[in-house]
């Protein structure tokens, strides 16, 4: 997969991009990411990428050309996912992360300020992407939270696939307790069951905390789980 991030902050970027399992995905062959920066495209005198609100306002409003042509320099046949994080996008999940992780080429477009001229928005074919009913300064942390999520579910970037296709969302509970060396820390010991080799009595308690878990925490995920059980 090839993953294009225009930015006027490539500096944020990088230094995400070039640790953990994105800079192992790198390192494989298996993603390859171009930071792209959009004020190397600006044809002011000053390479400003923003000015302000045509009819007033509060705020600025990212220009037009410089964001045209460093899309248009992405934009090679067609085959690209451009994607633009924003409030009024559709919520970010996992569902929307496994799909997306079968792209063979993403454009994210790091938007600031007030927001990015309108005519960007209506002249490519973008799908607007929110990660939560908030605001941030820019794009360049949702950009990154969407990476992280979608290039790990690549096969062949983790170890383990079936450790991330298991996770919570990506089945219909939340995932359960787990548990690493030592059997006994601060007094707080591992729950017996975990070191009976039974793989049955294991399965059953680490479904049982699912649904426990689920039922506390997310009640609207536990309503549709239960839709599902009981069909």
């Not at 790198?26 to 609100?53: A, C, L, Q």
């Not at 908030?134 to 992280?148: F, H, S």
């Not at 006994?184 to 009976?196: A, D, M, Q, R």
Request: with cysteine.
């Amino acid at each position: 997969m090839k993953i294009d991030i225009l930015t006027i902050f490539p500096w944020m970027v990088k230094p995400i991009l070039d640790s953990s399992i994105l800079k192992i995905a790198e390192e494989k062959g298996i993603v390859s990411f171009n930071v792209i920066d959009i004020r190397e495209y600006s044809k002011d005198k000053h390479h400003n990428t923003d000015d302000y609100p045509f009819g007033g306002g509060e705020g600025m409003i990212m220009s037009p050309q410089p964001l045209f042509d460093s899309i248009n320099d992405c934009v090679k046949d067609n085959t690209e996912k451009i994607i633009f994080p924003t409030p009024d996008g559709v919520v970010f999940n996992q569902k929307k992360a496994e799909n997306l992780s079968n792209e063979s080429h993403i454009v994210f477009i790091c938007g600031h300020y007030k927001g990015i001229d309108q005519r960007v928005r209506d002249s490519f074919e973008i799908e607007e992407i929110s990660i939560g009913d908030y605001v941030l300064t820019g794009g360049e942390i949702p950009t990154l939270a969407m990476i992280d999520s979608i290039v790990r579910l690549i096969p062949g970037v983790i170890n383990n696939i079936n450790s991330a296709l298991n996770d919570s969302f990506s089945q219909p509970l939340l995932d359960c307790p787990w548990y690493t060396r030592p059997e006994i820390y601060k007094g707080k010991k591992v729950p017996e069951v975990l070191l009976s080799g039974h793989h049955k009595r294991i399965e059953e308690w680490r479904q049982k905390k699912r649904e426990e878990k689920t039922k506390k925490l997310r009640p609207d995920m536990w309503e549709k789980y239960l839709k599902i059980k009981n069909k």
